[in-house]
């Protein structure tokens, strides 16, 4: 047949148990090949070979049991079953012995030594059948059944054709269950003629479903009849391959274990290929419990008795259930479970959020699940209570609800035997009640840590905890004999303040404040006298317009470094003595607020002038002049303030005044004594007064 190729051909070789070739030709002539082929009479098929990659990475876990023990109370395996290994060969190791091996074969180098390439297949082989003692790795799910090497893998790699000649060898020679951990995308038509072949042979076929995280199908697990496993763990966190209306995958199993390697060394795996080993091990087992069954009912069995969780979609791949299928292939089981613990004792205070527990139950089989009762509703279910991971549930209670609350905790193992036992706790469902007492809310806040009286108080129960929710915080004491708690808290940038409470049962309740903010000084001001303006003897300066969240508590003034004083209640203002002093004099505020915030206000310059004016009579009678009529006194004066006024006084009463230079006063002298005391008086603008001119006149 491959004749009409020609010198293309570079080597061929019949597919064992296959009506089928491998034949190897040039990348660039593949092509050309597969046309040719294709148009030849007698040719059912031609594909190109695609690659397989076994399923499977190193990291470190462990393999949680996935009812496994609990099947082994039925079976641990029987050396009659005989499980094939279709994967990188299998070498034997102090967990599996060399005469636990079958006959094999190696399609890989073509002869009869299906010795282990690169320890893929050892571990699968011991995943599904490592002898149960003193175990360097881990136990075997079919501790006792045989394994049947087939390599067609080479460093993790393989083709569809050595593959497909695996599966048909490994069923024609008689073995019930093969285990295929290895994958690829290719949907080859000679892969699916070996899965056929082995379901015509009798064997169950158990294939990875691989590691992608994708909804893409994989091979041969994608093909009928085939059993496609994935792996999963107690938290679903590996992706979901099946979808709402795309459901290729049937079963899954936790994926993670230690095992012991090819060269005796112990590795941590995980991957769908070690799940697809434990599926296989447990077909093992079902073959070991019913030695007439058929490939076919195991795998539907395997199917049915998986375990769903309840609140996942139905198209979620479910869980294997190894004694489930042990059960349901002619298991018996008579008695009863027993309760060892409900974790629930009685009048245990529990919270609105209910509690946590974890019940534990023994069974001479294996507990199938455990209900959690409340007046007669099933309100929670733990589905497999064995496994740590899972076997949390949580008894809710109703809202609002105070008092007396029954719990009924009820194990069912896989006959559906049961054992209740009911536990009365006493349900306060009241939140705590959270003021703060000390500092007022409208109280402005200062700093980041604060002292705070907190009022917390539970009408059910008593408080016995207090956090400050994701704020800082310092923890709070209770004050003996009240519902107090004092102590010091902690302030956010934005003026938050929070506090969070627990009573007894375990109730929370939690409060934020926000609070005004000071943590500036005080702001604004105004100070008089003006700038420039010209002082003298004592004046007065005030400051007014200053502002600030907590209040001022004092304002303080210095004049040319010499502090005057301080005073405490708006507007502010204080006595500034200037003595004799004549010059700029430098006036400096500062205001503080009550948190001591302070703020010095820019300095005010004014000018002190304590200097008399000056002055001199230009033109007037002598001293002991005569005089009569009307007399004229011409007078000159000056100041650096300006003059305000001249007087002429004569017997000490002002007789004249002018404003202006040059400055002439009249005095008629007709209507004063006789003998009058003469003498010039002059202020300036600011008060500062010169008496000059003193002389004595006699009127003639």
């Known amino acids: ?43 059912r098929y031609a594909e190109r070979s695609a690659l397989l990659g076994a399923d499977g ?25 005989t499980v094939a290994v279709v994967d990188s060969g299998v070498s034997p190791n102090l967990d599996l012995k060399a005469s636990r091996l079958t006959a094999g074969r190696d399609f890989v180098d073509g002869d009869e030594d299906p010795a282990d390439d690169d320890g893929h297949g050892t571990m699968m082989a011991n995943f599904i059948a490592a002898q149960s003692g003193n175990n360097v790795g881990t136990i075997g799910v079919c501790g006792v059944c045989q394994i049947m090497p087939v390599r067609v893998l080479k460093n993790g790699q393989g083709t569809t054709a050595d593959a497909a000649a695996g599966i048909a060898w490994a069923a024609d020679h008689g073995a019930q ?17 070996a899965v056929e072949h082995a379901h ?14 994708s909804t893409r199908r994989r091979y041969p697990a994608a093909f009928e009849p085939a059993l496609a496993v994935t792996e999963d763990d107690p938290y679903h966190y590996f992706p979901e391959k099946n979808t709402s209306t795309r459901q290729w995958v049937d079963i899954n199993a936790w994926g993670q274990a230690s095992v012991l390697s090819k060269d005796g060394q112990v590795v941590l795996t995980q991957g769908s290929s070690v799940a697809t080993a434990v599926v296989s091990g447990i077909a093992a087992l079902a073959f070991a419990m019913k030695p007439d069954a058929t490939a076919t009912e195991v795998n539907a069995l395997i199917r049915r008795a998986a375990d769903r969780q309840p609140a996942s979609p139905a198209y979620r791949t479910p869980t294997v259930n190894a004694a489930q299928v042990m059960y349901d292939l002619g298991g018996t089981d008579t008695n009863p479970p027993a309760i060892y613990k409900t974790d629930l004792t ?5 919270s609105a959020g209910g509690v946590y527990v974890r019940p534990i139950a023994t069974d001479d089989h294996g507990i199938e699940h455990i209900d959690l009762v409340i007046d007669g509703h099933v309100v929670a279910t733990v589905q497999q209570p064995h496994v740590s991971a899972s076997s949390t549930a949580r008894v809710p209670v109703p809202a609002g609800y105070n008092g007396p609350l029954p719990v009924t905790v009820a194990a069912y193992d896989y006959a559906g ?5 009911t536990t009365t706790v006493q349900v306060d469902s009241t939140l705590p009640t959270i003021t703060l007492i000390s500092p007022k809310p409208a109280t402005p806040m200062h700093g980041d840590t604060i002292d705070v009286t907190v009022s917390a108080s539970d009408d059910a129960s008593s408080i016995v905890a207090d956090r400050q929710g994701s704020l800082p915080a310092y923890s709070l004491s209770a004050v003996p004999g009240t519902n107090l708690w004092k102590g010091r808290a902690s302030v956010s940038p934005e003026g938050q303040i929070g506090f969070g409470f627990w009573d007894e049962a375990g109730n929370y309740d939690s409060v934020v404040y926000t609070l005004p903010v000071d943590n500036a000084p005080p702001a604004g001001g105004t100070i008089t006298p003006g700038a420039g303006a010209k002082v003298r003897g ?91 009529g009307t007399v004229k006194v011409y007078v ?65």
């Open 346 to 350: 009685d009048n245990q205070l529990v």
């Open 57 to 81: 990475e190193i990291l470190p876990a462990v393999l949680p049991p996935v009812e496994v023990p609990q099947a082994w109370t039925w079976s641990r395996g029987d050396a009659g079953v």
């Open 417 to 421: 035997n049961t054992t209740a036992a």
């Open 1 to 43: 047949m491959v004749g009409v190729l020609g010198d293309a051909v570079l080597s061929a070789r019949p597919v064992v148990g296959l009506q089928a070739i491998t034949v190897e030709v040039a990348a660039d002539q593949a092509d050309a090949a597969l046309s040719t082929l294709a148009g030849t009479e007698g040719v």
């Open 200 to 213: 015509a042979k009798g064997a169950l076929l158990i294939a990875s479903a691989g590691n992608e995280a």
């Open 636 to 700: 000159s004066a000056s100041d650096n303030s300006g003059i305000a006024r001249v007087e002429l006084i004569v017997n000490g009463k002002v007789v004249a005044r002018d404003t202006t230079a040059a400055y002439v006063l009249t005095v008629n002298t007709k209507k004063q004594k006789k003998t009058m005391k003469v003498q010039i008086r002059v202020y300036d603008r600011l008060g500062n007064v010169t008496y000059a001119g003193a002389r004595t006149w006699h009127r003639s």
């Open 538 to 628: 004592t004046f007065v300066s005030a400051l007014g317009g200053v502002t600030d969240a907590s209040g001022v508590a004092k304002a303080e003034l210095w004049a040319n470094g010499r502090f005057i004083g301080a005073d405490a209640s708006a507007p502010y203002s204080l006595a500034v003595p200037t003595g004799a002093y004549s010059g700029t004099l430098q006036l400096i505020w500062r205001v503080t607020d009550g948190w001591g915030q302070s703020r010095t206000l820019p300095a005010r310059t004014v000018i002190a002038d304590n200097k008399p004016p000056t002055v001199k009579i230009t033109k007037a009678p002598k001293n002991k002049a005569k005089v009569k």
């Open 177 to 193: 269950v093969i285990n295929f951990s290895a994958s690829t995308a290719s949907p080859s038509q000679l892969l699916q003629d």
